[in-house]
């Protein structure tokens, strides 16, 4: 067990295992939600509209799509939040990662919590338009189709948080590349160190 615990230790391993989680974990609420909203009354298929008169916009939207999409954010980036600190900020890294290990994950090399999670959350910021658009589509779709609300819902998260996740990925895989060049470039630009005697190798 300790080495798959080591393996979630690592960034790119725990961002994309904390967002599935965080996304899992909040669609019982979101699922409520959904739930609620058609106890009041209000069904998939009513319209409401968003009136802005100064700029002359009049947006209609589907009522279970925006509180759907609302209430994700809330509840998803609130739990990841916690969760990328247990996984990159708290004590429990700190005893579990060797000291040899932490200049592996940007988490380490003195990022604070609120910069790292933040750099997390502007990636997904980016992505979300694709996540939210296979999510609430395919959750019309279904509704269209005849399913139910909440299951249209659950089935509309896993595929946009699956389609999002891949994405993020690469993203990440990417940005690890790049880094470890810059490194290895620093690496062989730097001085060398001074020998016993004081003197730099070759002097």
């Known amino acids: 067990m300790q080495w798959l615990a080591r393996l979630y230790a690592r960034r790119i391993v725990n961002v994309n295992v904390n967002i599935v989680l965080a996304g899992l974990l ?26 802005i008169p100064r700029l002359g916009w009049s947006v209609s939207f589907l009522t279970v799509s925006a509180l ?5 954010i809330f509840f998803d980036f609130s739990i ?3 969760l990328h600190w247990v996984a990159n900020h708290s004590q429990w890294r700190q005893r579990l990662v060797k000291p040899a290990e932490q200049l592996i994950d940007a988490a380490d090399r003195g990022l ?18 694709i996540l939210y658009g296979v999510w609430l589509w395919l959750q019309y779709d279904l509704i269209h189709r005849g399913w139910s609300a909440e299951s249209a819902t659950v089935l509309g998260a896993v595929a946009g948080i699956a389609t999002a996740r891949v994405l993020h990925t690469f993203w990440m895989l990417r940005e690890d590349k790049r880094r470890r060049q810059r490194a290895a470039e620093r690496a062989k630009t730097a001085p060398a160190p001074p020998t016993a005697g004081g003197q730099t190798p070759g002097a």
């Not at 909040?26 to 009136?51: N, R």
């Not at 759907?68 to 994700?72: F, H, Y």
């Not at 604070?112 to 502007?122: C, K, L, T, Y």
């Open 80 to 82: 990841y939040l916690v």
């Open 26 to 51: 909040a669609l019982p609420p979101v699922v409520l939600v959904v739930h609620l909203v058609q106890y009041l009354g209000v069904q998939p298929s009513d319209q409401m509209t968003l009136a």
């Open 112 to 129: 604070s919590f609120v910069h790292d999670a933040g750099i997390v959350q502007f990636q997904r910021a980016i992505l979300s338009p």
């Open 68 to 72: 759907t999409l609302i209430a994700d």
